[in-house]
């Protein structure tokens, strides 16, 4: 095991216009043991982050580290890595023994039987013991999957590294493999940098993530931190699902607290809850509140509009308009309005975000008050 470290890593890539910025200035530590997942829309960097410490990418400027050795300019057979794609990139001719065990023939001097000793081992973690003398042909895709997932757990790697391996996977079959993925390495403990653009899969893999957008780090930090203190508005729309309703708002700051103004509602906020908000009486803010804080309520300070309502079982999702701005309210099952008709919604303080509007940095940090309720329900 190692930790492996990104220090002001910078990646251009050379093109008719005069270079295509892809990494900018990446600081991040990926612990020994943890499981991080690089997590961001396409063109956001991660991939680009992954393939370098793989070393199947040069870097621009900057420095890359596999425990305390600089690995800028080692080949990727000298890095003690074991990679795993989304194509699983399997041997048709070779059975999944062969497949397996290919690696390890081709790279180390283990006698036959120290090699299948370790792909019986891989082959049974990964429940593909049965499937040993088959050929990549007559197994499915999940099989498929998990035969190169072995491949790579047969190497005893320092680092494994995963570029969106469960893409090509259905829905259902997703929710396992990550599952499984979890388990496997709370068995290994091996460092593991996992790729993906789904927030979903980052949110149920991750010790901690890592958001990028446009080759920049926008926040790292533990599932639940991201959540419910994001850094940014990108964050916060990014992570969470239906995505954070977001109000254009102005910060009217007085003696006894503070009031948020838009358009079609007013919003009062008390004395200490101000204390912690970091603007200016008069500043342009976005007002964040995530879907399943916002209640319906006949008394609610804001008048909304259904334009469509979803139904996903447990739960209704309902798309709303509140004075040119979209909304979004999660609600019991039970509650389903028609289109078109006005509902009052509200919200409690203590469950917003305020972002600057300009800058889109949060003014106001959560941590404190997230670590409290934390405390309460242990």
């Known amino acids: 095991m190692a930790k492996v470290t990104f220090e002001d890593v910078l990646k251009i890539y050379d093109d008719n216009s005069g270079g295509t910025l892809a990494v900018k200035d990446l600081n991040l530590d990926v612990k020994d043991g943890e499981f991080l997942v690089v997590v961001g829309p396409s063109g956001s960097g991660k991939s680009t982050t992954l393939r370098m410490l793989a070393g199947l990418e040069s870097i621009t400027d900057g420095e890359i580290r596999i425990g305390e050795e600089v690995v800028n300019e080692s080949p990727p057979r000298k890095r003690d890595i074991a990679l795993v794609f989304q194509s699983n990139a399997l041997y048709p001719h ?7 065990g290919y690696g390890l023939r081709l ?12 792909v ?3 082959a049974e973690m990964m429940g593909i013991e049965e499937l040993l003398d088959k050929k990549p042909a007559s197994l499915s895709g999940g099989q498929q999957q998990r035969v190169a997932t072995g491949r790579a757990i047969v190497r ?71 959540y419910h203190n994001p850094a940014n508005v990108f964050v916060a729309d990014f992570i969470g699902s239906p995505n954070i309703n977001l109000f254009d708002v102005e910060y009217d700051r007085h003696s006894s607290g503070a009031t948020l103004r838009s358009e079609s509602f007013t919003y009062e906020l008390s004395e200490g809850l101000t204390q912690s908000i970091t603007a200016e009486d008069g500043d342009a803010l976005t007002l964040g509140v995530r879907p399943e804080n916002i209640e319906v309520d006949p008394d609610g300070e804001i008048e909304s509009t259904v334009e469509v309502v979803e139904t996903v079982g447990s739960d209704n999702f309902l798309y709303v308009r509140v004075a040119g701005q979209e909304g979004r309210v999660r609600t019991a099952s ?32 959560r941590s404190e008050r997230y670590e409290e309720r934390r405390e309460l329900l242990h």
């Open 334 to 365: 039970t509650l389903i309005p028609n289109e078109g008709e006005t509902l009052r919604l509200s919200f409690d303080e203590d469950d917003i975000y305020l972002f600057d509007s300009e800058t889109e940095e949060r003014v106001l940090d």
């Open 156 to 226: 005893e790697p320092a680092v494994f590294l995963f570029d969106e391996p469960l893409s090509d996977l259905d829905a259902n079959l997703r929710k396992h493999m990550r599952t499984e993925l979890a388990r496997i390495h709370s068995e290994l403990e091996i460092t593991s940098l996992y790729v993906t653009h789904d927030q979903e899969e980052a949110m149920t893999l991750a010790d901690r993530i890592a958001i990028m957008n446009h080759g920049e780090l926008q926040q790292v930090g533990r599932p639940t931190d991201v």
């Open 120 to 122: 019986e081992e891989a």
């Open 94 to 100: 070779k059975t999944v023994r062969g497949n397996m």
């Open 107 to 118: 790279r180390t001097s283990l006698s036959d039987e120290e090699i299948n000793e370790r």
